[in-house]
C-alpha cells in the first residue's frame, strides 16, 4: 500500500511539473533598514539584484547590511522611480563595488537626471528599461517578474512628480514554489489596475512574502489587490516616528485581521529571509 501511495504521488508531481528532489539552490530576500526610506536586495550563488537603496544620508547604514550579506556582486541594480527615499543611496555608491553598471528603470525616467547624479558611475551605467510582462534571468534559478508598470510609450510621466509612485516598479521574485512581492510606492489606482489584470489575464499575484506598498500609507491600502496577494508575512520599511505617519493604522488592521504576520524595519531592523524552492525560513537579520 505504501508503495502505491508513493508511486501515486510520484505521477502526480510528474504530470504538474514538481521536482520533488530537495532543493540545492539557497535564495535569500532582504528589506534593509534604511529609515523612511526602502531597499530591498535579492541573492543567489553569490550574486545579487538590488531594488532601491533608500536615502543618500543612510548610505552608511546600506553599506554595513550589504556587507553583512557577504558583498555580492550586483548584476542589476533596479530603480523603482526617482524619489530620493528610494534611489538617493545610488549617489553614494563606492564604485569600488562589484557592479555590471545595469540599472534597471521604468520607461518614464529621465535617465539624463540619474546618469548627471551618480558622477562616480557616468561613464559605466548602461540603462535598461523595463515594464509589465517582462521577466529578468538574472540570477540562478530566480525568476524576475515585472508586473507593473505598462509601457505606454510616448508618454512624459517623469516630469509630473504626482504620478511617479503610482507608476514604480513592482516585481514577482520567485525561486521555485515561493514568492516575494516587491511593491515599491504604487497607489490604489495601480493596485486596482493589477487586480484587473488578475481577472482578465490569469495573471497572478500570490505571494508568501509582499513588501506593503509605500510605507504603509492608507493611501495604497486596496483590500482586494491585498486579498489577490494573500501574503503569510508582510514587511514595512519605514523609519521610526516619521512625519508621515507610517505605517497607518488602517493598513495594519487590516493585515491584523487577514491573519498576517507582520514585520516592521523601525522595530526588527533589517529582515532576511531564505528560500529554498518550497518555503522561506528567517535568515540573520542584515544588521
Not at 160 to 170: E, H, I, P
Not at 265 to 282: F, H, K, P, Q, R
Request: aromatic content about 10%.
Amino acid at each position: 500500500m505504501f508503495f502505491l501511495i508513493f508511486l501515486s504521488c510520484l505521477l502526480v508531481s510528474c504530470n504538474t511539473g514538481w521536482d520533488i528532489r530537495p532543493a540545492d539552490r539557497q535564495v535569500t530576500f532582504a528589506v534593509l533598514d534604511v529609515g523612511e526610506g526602502l531597499a530591498q536586495v535579492v541573492t543567489s550563488s553569490g550574486r545579487a539584484v538590488l531594488f532601491d537603496m533608500g536615502l543618500p544620508e543612510e548610505y552608511p547604514r546600506w553599506k554595513l547590511q550589504f556587507e553583512a550579506l557577504g558583498r555580492p556582486f550586483v548584476e542589476a541594480i533596479a530603480l523603482s522611480h526617482d524619489h530620493l527615499d528610494h534611489w538617493g543611496g545610488l549617489q553614494r555608491l563606492d564604485s569600488g563595488y562589484a557592479w555590471t553598471g545595469i540599472l534597471l528603470v521604468t520607461p518614464y525616467e529621465d535617465t539624463a537626471f540619474i546618469r548627471n547624479c551618480v558622477p562616480q558611475w557616468r561613464n559605466r551605467i548602461r540603462f535598461r528599461t523595463v515594464s509589465a510582462g517582462d521577466t529578468l534571468a538574472l540570477l540562478d534559478g530566480v525568476e524576475l517578474h515585472c508586473l507593473w508598470p505598462q509601457d505606454t510609450s510616448g508618454d512624459s510621466l517623469f516630469i509630473n512628480d504626482s504620478l511617479k509612485n503610482r507608476f514604480s516598479m513592482v516585481f514577482l521574485v520567485k525561486n521555485g514554489l515561493t514568492g516575494a512581492l516587491i511593491t515599491s510606492d504604487i497607489d490604489t489606482c495601480a493596485e486596482q489596475e493589477l487586480s484587473l489584470r488578475v481577472n482578465t489575464s490569469f495573471a497572478s499575484l500570490a505571494a508568501d512574502i509582499m513588501v506593503v506598498p509605500h510605507h504603509g500609507s492608507a493611501g495604497s491600502l486596496d483590500p482586494v489587490f491585498y486579498g489577490y496577494v494573500r501574503p503569510l508575512r508582510a514587511v514595512i520599511s519605514c523609519g521610526a516616528y516619521n512625519r508621515y505617519g507610517h505605517p497607518s493604522q488602517q493598513v495594519l488592521l487590516w493585515l491584523s485581521q487577514m491573519g498576517i504576520a507582520v514585520q516592521l524595519t523601525s522595530l526588527d531592523g533589517g529582515i532576511a529571509l531564505e528560500s529554498n524552492g518550497y518555503c522561506w525560513s528567517v535568515s540573520r537579520t542584515p544588521n
